[in-house]
C-alpha cells in the first residue's frame, strides 16, 4: 500500500523530495506553499498532491508530513499546525532543517505527533527533473517512532540515514556550512589572488582546480593525516620563507587564514611523523611573523 505524505513548504527541496517519494512506493497527498501559484508548480513537478495554501489542509490529508518551509518558518508554522482541530496522534511531522532540532516540532509533540527532523546533507539550488539523491546522508533525529519511519523514507529514495544527536544539530550544521560555503569562500580568495601570475578568477579555477580535487580524494581516501603533501609536510623552511615574501601581495585576512590554516598542517606533519619538533618549531616561529 502506497503511504501519503504531505509536504508544507514544497519549494526547491520540498519538490525534490516529493518527486523521489512519489516515484517509489509513496502517495503524494497534501501540498502548500506560501501561494497557490508556488503550490499548483509544485503538483506539476511531483506528479500528484492537492496544491493550497492552507498548511492545516495539507497536513490533514496524510500521516507523513515533511515541513520544508525556510527555517524561519517552521516554529510558526508547527504553532499554527498544533493551533488547528487536526488529530495529531498517529501523525509523524518532520522537518528539513540542518540547524534546527525536533524541538522546534514541540507544539506538535504536545498535540500528540511524533515528531523529528530530516535533514539531506546536498546542495539541491534547483528542483530539477533528473535529480537523483542516491547515496546522500541525511542526519535524522526526533522521537524513535518517527526516526524509524523515516530511516526507511530515505533508504527508500536511495539516501544514507545516519543519526545525529538532537542537542548538537548546531554544531552538525556549522561543520556542514563551514566545509561547504566556507570552502567557496576560501577558493574565491585564491583564485582572486592569482591576478598577481596575470590571470584571472575564470582561469585561476581552470589552472587550480585539478588540483583541488585530488586534494579532495586524497583526503577521502587517505584522511587528513597521510593526505598532506607540500613544503609543510617536508619540512621545508626556506619553501615557507619565499611563500611569506609572496603573501605581501594578498589581502590581510587571506594572509591570517593562511597562518591559522598553515599552523594547524604544521600539526598534522608532526602527526604523520613527517617532521620533527625542532622543525615544527622553526616553522611556528616563521608563520608567526607573517603580518
Ligand atoms: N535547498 C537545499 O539545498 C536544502 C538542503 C538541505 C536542507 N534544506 C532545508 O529545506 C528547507 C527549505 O529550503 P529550500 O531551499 O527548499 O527553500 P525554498 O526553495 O525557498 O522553498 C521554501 C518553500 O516554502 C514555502 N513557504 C514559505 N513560507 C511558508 C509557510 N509559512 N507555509 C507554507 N509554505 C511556506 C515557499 O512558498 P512560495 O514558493 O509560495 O514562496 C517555498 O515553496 C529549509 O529548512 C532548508 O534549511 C534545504
Same mark, same amino acid.
Given at each position: 500500500?502506497?503511504?501519503?505524505?504531505?509536504?508544507?513548504?514544497?519549494?526547491?527541496?520540498?519538490?525534490?523530495?516529493?518527486?523521489?517519494? +512519489?516515484?517509489?512506493?509513496?502517495?503524494?497527498?497534501?501540498?502548500?506553499?506560501?501561494?497557490?501559484?508556488?503550490?499548483?508548480?509544485?503538483?506539476?513537478?511531483?506528479?500528484?498532491?492537492?496544491?493550497? %495554501?492552507?498548511?492545516?489542509?495539507? +497536513?490533514?490529508?496524510?500521516?507523513?508530513?515533511?515541513?520544508?518551509?525556510?527555517?524561519?518558518?517552521?516554529?510558526?508554522?508547527?504553532?499554527?499546525?498544533?493551533?488547528?482541530?487536526?488529530?495529531?496522534?498517529?501523525?509523524?511531522?518532520?522537518?528539513?532543517?540542518?540547524?534546527?532540532?525536533? +524541538?522546534?516540532?514541540?507544539?506538535?509533540?504536545?498535540?500528540?505527533?511524533?515528531?523529528?527532523?530530516?535533514?539531506?546533507?546536498?546542495?539541491?539550488?534547483?528542483?530539477?527533473?533528473? $535529480?537523483?539523491?542516491?547515496?546522500?546522508?541525511?542526519?535524522?533525529?526526533?522521537?524513535?517512532?518517527?526516526?524509524?519511519?523515516?530511516?526507511?523514507?530515505? /533508504?527508500?529514495?536511495?539516501?544514507?540515514?545516519?543519526?545525529?544527536?538532537?542537542?548538537?544539530?548546531?554544531?552538525?550544521?556549522?561543520?556542514?556550512?563551514?566545509?561547504?560555503?566556507?570552502?567557496?569562500?576560501?577558493?574565491?580568495?585564491?583564485?582572486?589572488?592569482?591576478?598577481?601570475?596575470?590571470?584571472?578568477?575564470?582561469?585561476?579555477?581552470?589552472?587550480?582546480?585539478?588540483?583541488?580535487?585530488?586534494?579532495?580524494?586524497?583526503?577521502?581516501?587517505?584522511?587528513?593525516?597521510?593526505? *598532506?603533501?607540500?613544503?609543510?609536510?617536508?619540512?621545508?623552511?626556506? %619553501?615557507?620563507?619565499?611563500?611569506?615574501?609572496? *603573501?605581501?601581495?594578498?589581502? +590581510?585576512? $587571506?594572509?591570517?587564514?593562511?597562518?591559522?590554516?598553515?599552523?594547524?598542517?604544521?600539526?598534522?606533519?608532526?602527526? /604523520?611523523?613527517?617532521?620533527?619538533?625542532?622543525?615544527?618549531?622553526?616553522?611556528?616561529?616563521?608563520?608567526?611573523?607573517?603580518?
Amino acid at each position: 500500500m502506497r503511504r501519503e505524505f504531505a509536504i508544507l513548504g514544497a519549494g526547491r527541496l520540498g519538490r525534490t523530495l516529493g518527486r523521489l517519494l +512519489a516515484r517509489r512506493d509513496y502517495l503524494p497527498a497534501g501540498l502548500s506553499c506560501r501561494t497557490l501559484r508556488s503550490a499548483r508548480q509544485a503538483r506539476r513537478f511531483i506528479g500528484g498532491g492537492v496544491p493550497t %495554501t492552507s498548511n492545516l489542509q495539507a +497536513a490533514a490529508r496524510a500521516r507523513i508530513v515533511l515541513i520544508a518551509t525556510p527555517d524561519r518558518e517552521i516554529v510558526p508554522v508547527a504553532r499554527e499546525l498544533a493551533r488547528g482541530r487536526l488529530p495529531w496522534t498517529g501523525r509523524i511531522v518532520a522537518h528539513t532543517s540542518g540547524a534546527l532540532s525536533s +524541538a522546534a516540532l514541540d507544539p506538535l509533540k504536545n498535540r500528540g505527533a511524533s515528531v523529528a527532523s530530516v535533514h539531506p546533507l546536498a546542495s539541491v539550488a534547483a528542483a530539477r527533473a533528473d $535529480v537523483e539523491l542516491r547515496g546522500t546522508p541525511f542526519a535524522i533525529e526526533g522521537a524513535p517512532g518517527a526516526v524509524r519511519v523515516l530511516r526507511r523514507l530515505v /533508504a527508500d529514495i536511495g539516501g544514507h540515514p545516519v543519526t545525529i544527536p538532537r542537542e548538537a544539530k548546531a554544531l552538525y550544521h556549522l561543520i556542514a556550512c563551514s566545509l561547504s560555503n566556507d570552502l567557496v569562500a576560501y577558493l574565491a580568495c585564491g583564485f582572486a589572488g592569482a591576478k598577481g601570475l596575470g590571470i584571472g578568477p575564470r582561469q585561476a579555477a581552470r589552472l587550480y582546480l585539478p588540483l583541488i580535487r585530488g586534494t579532495v580524494d586524497n583526503v577521502s581516501n587517505l584522511g587528513p593525516v597521510k593526505a *598532506l603533501t607540500g613544503p609543510i609536510s617536508r619540512g621545508d623552511v626556506a %619553501t615557507l620563507r619565499l611563500h611569506s615574501e609572496a *603573501l605581501r601581495t594578498l589581502p +590581510a585576512d $587571506v594572509r591570517r587564514v593562511h597562518r591559522i590554516l598553515a599552523l594547524r598542517s604544521t600539526s598534522l606533519a608532526l602527526q /604523520a611523523g613527517t617532521i620533527t619538533t625542532e622543525v615544527a618549531a622553526r616553522m611556528v616561529r616563521l608563520l608567526g611573523t607573517i603580518p
